[in-house]
């Protein structure tokens, strides 16, 4: 299958939006004045209640929907912060030089704010019992980095061939908005596709009794707009509201379009101190999710914590994007791995190998000084988790 051109990625992308808009407002035209304000309105008996409840309630899905649109238009999906470094020993102690050689997106429950979905930073005063921290890397330890954007990824961040851009918590591509949908801006998403197939059903239902009763009982001409919007309102309906079901399925699960659909296993670096080089990489199976908690933990996380604010486009979900809480017992079952992992190795083998780059250079007696560090901080680590 041959790749679309950007060109014509870039033509469906401008259009798509204005067809949606016209889709909208075309129905809503339709409902109002050529359904409930002809048939309920203007032919007896007296139906104004009925009519002004219908056209409230069309209106209301309608409004949101057409603002939830608005602002996944408007709004980034977010990108990667620009940094060409996989370390951040240069950026923390407030520009002095920490002795912190981690990756730059980690996690570790002890670092972690559940109640800001964010991460504090390793500092170079902060005690050794905060270790280990993982993150997710490529099969040989090092951060994922993207040549194109020249940037380091955070955990479940894509790259967009489409959009040539990197975006956090990427969840899919769609030319019908007009880009991604990414960390910034699921929600909207969420809420887009729940009230448009809310106000397809509502349209559905409300107008196909109307149409049958005005023609058979009111004397009422045969209007073709009557079938093509009770055929949009249908397709639309039912096909949307299954859409957004397929993703409320994924908030409350914590996962995206692109992490259900995987088929590669996770590669999950576990560092054991601060020195950069005392890691181990884990393969975690693809059918685990490393990111599912409680449902309603999961559902606030891109939801909000304020129950108002949920069904509302007006706040996105917690945390920056970067790092993500994850699964308690996946987190100590990686750890568990690695440090089994780390003990099942041949001691003279790992010595002569993974001490540094270079480690013919290093004097025989530096060698079992590390490896003493090394397997204190493995044990230590062993008994905390």
Known sequence: MSKPSPLAAKIAGSILPVVVYGLLGYTWYIYIFRICVYLLLSKPPDNTAQAIIFMIIASFFWIMAVISYTRVLFTSPGKPPSARTPLLSQESNQGRVAPINLPRYYYSPKLFNPS?????????????????????????????????????????????????????KMDHHCPWVSGCVGFRNYKFFFLFVLYTGCYGLWVFVSSLPLVVTGIRDMNADLDPQWIVIIIIAFIFGLTVCGFAGVHA???????????????????????FDMSGQNFEVVSVPVDDNLWERKKMENWVSVMGRNPWGWFLPIQRGLGDGTVFQYNDYMFHTIVDRAVKQRQSMDMPHYGNNSNSNNPQEQPPHATMEYEAERLSSIDSTAHMT
């Open 116 to 168: 800001t979905m964010t991460l504090r930073y390793i500092d170079a005063q902060d005690k050794m019992d905060i270790m280990p921290v993982i993150s997710v890397s490529r099969q040989d330890g090092q951060p994922k980095f993207c040549h194109m954007c020249e940037c380091y990824k955070p955990d479940r961040a894509h790259h967009c061939k489409e959009c040539n851009a990197c975006v956090i």
């Open 249 to 271: 399925y994924y908030i409350i699960r914590n996962e995206t379009t692109i992490e259900h659909l995987a088929d590669r296993p996770n590669e999950i670096r576990v560092d």
